[in-house]
C-alpha cells in the first residue's frame, strides 16, 4: 500500500492510497485505428546512433490519434484547446460502468439513463466531480481498426457510447467532472452528429477517448491521473491516463 499527500482539487485532498497502478493508455505506433480521413502515425528517422552518436526520431500523427483528451475547440469555434484544463481538472476519482453484455450483441448500443441508475442500486450514487468511464469491452478489437471502428467510412461506424440522454443525468444530475471510453467515440458510432461530446465540451468537461484496460479497473474508488501533451490551440491531444486503485 502507497500513500501520498495531494494538496486539493476534485481527488478531495488529503492523502493518496493505493495497491496498484494501472495504465489506459494504448502505445502508439504506425497501424494504429485512426478515425477514417484522419492521418496515421508516422516516425521518420532523424539521427542514428552509428551515424551522429544519437538516436532521434520525428513523429506525426493527429490530435485524435490513440488514447486522446479531446478539446473544446474541436467543436466550438474560437474555443480553447487543451489549454482549458488546469492541472486540478487531470486528476479524478473514476467510475466505471460496464455494458460490455449489451455491447457485445448490440454493437450500436447506448448507454441508457436505467443502465445509470442501475449502476446506483449497486454502487451507491455517482460521486460528484468524478469521471465515468464507459467499459464496452472494445479494446479487443484494438488488434483490427476496422473491427475495432466497425467500418471504414466516418458515416458508417459501429460500436458503443454514451446515449445523450444518460449523459445528461451523469453531466447535469450527477455533476461529473466528464467521461471516458475505450471506443473510438463518447457516443456511439452511428452518432454522426457527435452529441454527448459536444455536450460535454460545451461545459468544459473531460472526454477520453481510446482507453484501455478498463477491466481492471473496479467500479469505484479508483484515481485518474491524465497526463497531456500540451499542443497549444488543439483540438485535442495524446494522453497519458494512469488510474490508482486502492
Known sequence: MVTQQHDDGPANGGSISFSRVVDLSWPVHPGIPQWPGDPGVEFKTIAEIERDDYFLRRFAMSEH???HLSAPSGFLDGAPGHEAFSPNDLVRPAIVIDISTQAESHPDY?????????????????????LALLR??????????????G??????????????????????????????????????????????????????????ENLTNLDLLPPTGALLIIGLLRLEGSSGGPASVTALVP
Not at 436505467?114 to 468524478?130: A, F
Not at 466528464?178 to 456511439?188: F, H, K, N, V, Y
Request: with cysteine; net charge negative; hydrophobic share 35%.
Open 136 to 149: 464496452t469491452g472494445w479494446q479487443e478489437r484494438w488488434s483490427n481498426p476496422l473491427e475495432y471502428l
Open 151 to 208: 467500418g471504414a467510412s466516418g458515416d458508417q461506424l459501429h460500436f458503443p457510447g454514451f446515449g445523450l440522454d444518460a449523459a445528461k443525468v451523469l453531466f447535469e444530475g450527477r455533476n461529473t467532472g466528464g467521461l471516458g471510453t475505450d471506443t473510438a467515440g463518447a457516443e456511439p458510432g452511428n452518432d454522426t452528429g457527435f452529441s454527448v461530446s459536444r455536450m460535454a465540451l460545451e461545459k468544459r468537461l473531460i472526454v477520453l
Open 65 to 67: 490519434s490513440g488514447t
Open 110 to 130: 447506448a448507454l441508457t439513463m436505467n443502465d445509470v441508475l442501475d449502476w446506483e442500486s449497486d454502487h451507491g450514487p455517482v460521486p460528484h466531480g468524478c
